[in-house]
C-alpha cells in the first residue's frame, strides 16, 4: 500500500512538472524583448511559451521564445498627492473643515489623508493594470 502511495504521488507530480509553472498576477512579461503585462487570471510558463490575460481581459499566448522573465509588479502604489500639500487646519472646498480619518481627493486627481493631523499617501491600484480598451 506504501508502495501504490508513492507510486501516485510521483507520477502526479511528473504530470504537474510537465504542465509548466504556474503563477499569479500582476507581472511584467519581457519575451524576447518585448514587455508585456500579465493583470489577472493565472500565468501558464513554460520553457519557451507563456499564456497570461493582460490589461484588457485578453488571453494572449507566445510560443517559440528565446527568452522570457517574469517580474513581479505591486498591485498598489502610492496615488500622487496635491502639491504643495494644504493646511491640515484649514477647509476643503466645500468650506468645512478637514476631518481627520478621511481621504481628499483634488480636482487634477491628486489624492491625500489626514491622519492625525498630517498628510499620507493613499494606495490606488497600480494603473499598469487599467484597460486601455476605448469605447
Known amino acids: 500500500m506504501r508502495v501504490f ?27 524576447d524583448g518585448s514587455v508585456y503585462y500579465a493583470c489577472s487570471g493565472f500565468i501558464h510558463s513554460r520553457k519557451r511559451s507563456i499564456e497570461f490575460t493582460d490589461a484588457n ?11 522570457l522573465r517574469l517580474v513581479s509588479i505591486p498591485t498598489k502604489i502610492a496615488a500622487r498627492m496635491p502639491s504643495p500639500l494644504p493646511d491640515p487646519r484649514g477647509m476643503a472646498t ?24 498630517k498628510w499620507l499617501p493613499v494606495q490606488e491600484l497600480n494603473p499598469i493594470c487599467a484597460s486601455r480598451k476605448t469605447k
Not at 504521488?9 to 512538472?17: F, I, R, Y
Not at 480619518?101 to 480636482?107: A, F, I, L, V
Open 57 to 67: 481581459g485578453e488571453r494572449v499566448a507566445l510560443d517559440g521564445l528565446k527568452k
Open 94 to 117: 466645500d468650506g468645512v473643515p478637514f476631518k481627520d480619518g478621511w481621504t481628499y481627493t483634488w480636482p487634477d486627481g491628486a489624492m491625500a489623508k489626514l491622519s492625525g493631523g
Open 5 to 31: 502511495r508513492l507510486l501516485s504521488a510521483a507520477v502526479v507530480w511528473m504530470s504537474l512538472a510537465a504542465c509548466g509553472d504556474y503563477s499569479m498576477p500582476p507581472k511584467k512579461i519581457e519575451a
